[in-house]
């Protein structure tokens, strides 16, 4: 099976109504896109990174009443969970793609994680590009774009990173729906791996944390 693309009815899927309607659809329609987007990305990125990379697409095991907003397949350098630790995402609310580098709030490094990279901030801030986004709460749909918080305002997100239990900070891209559904599946794994080359110094800033 070959990677197409994602379509107007990808998104519709977070208009059903009720967990077990949504998921049912979402399981069926959305989830194998993932998985083979999860496939090409791990190895593509085990070259990248030069750690083997693993793929995980969302489960959303632990829901029970209210059906998901989005979801995902995360990448990381564990085959036995990824929220622990640095990694990327691929994934789409009902208006827009989304694709990260993310540290959640349950990882491990944020502390350490949060100080090497505001001391290299100003470098890191003139190699993203404006047209990026920062979210800090990964179960959002809003970001804000990088020219507008590239500064003070990032200096004071990746700070509360470190100082903030529930804090959390992802940097990427958005696709707005009416653009990812003229893409074919070619021009969304371009999109995607040039997204990834871009974000690759903040996912090396790990290997800084875990060697200090």
Known sequence: MEFTGFTEEDFAVFT????????EKLIEQVRPKL???GEYFAPELSGLTGEEMFYHVAKHARRTVNPPKDTWVAIASSNRG???????QI??????????????YESLVKVDYSKALGHQLQTLTKHIPDSFV???DHMKPDAVSHASVKGEQLEQMVKRLGEVK????LCGI?????????????????????TFKTLLP???????VYSA
Do not use: C, N
């Not at 994934?91 to 959640?104: D, K, M, P, R, Y």
């Open 91 to 104: 994934g789409l609310f009902e208006t827009h793609l989304f694709v990260w580098f993310a540290i959640i």
């Open 166 to 169: 529930k804090a959390e900070l």
């Open 16 to 23: 059903i109504d009720g967990l077990e309607a949504r998921m």
């Open 82 to 88: 990824y929220k622990k630790l640095p990694h990327f």
């Open 35 to 37: 998985q083979l987007l």
């Open 202 to 208: 903040l996912y090396d800033l790990k290997k800084q």
């Open 174 to 194: 958005h696709v707005s729906k009416e653009e990812a559904v003229k893409m074919d599946g070619a021009s969304f794994i371009a999109k995607v791996e040039e």
């Open 134 to 136: 920062w979210s800090v």
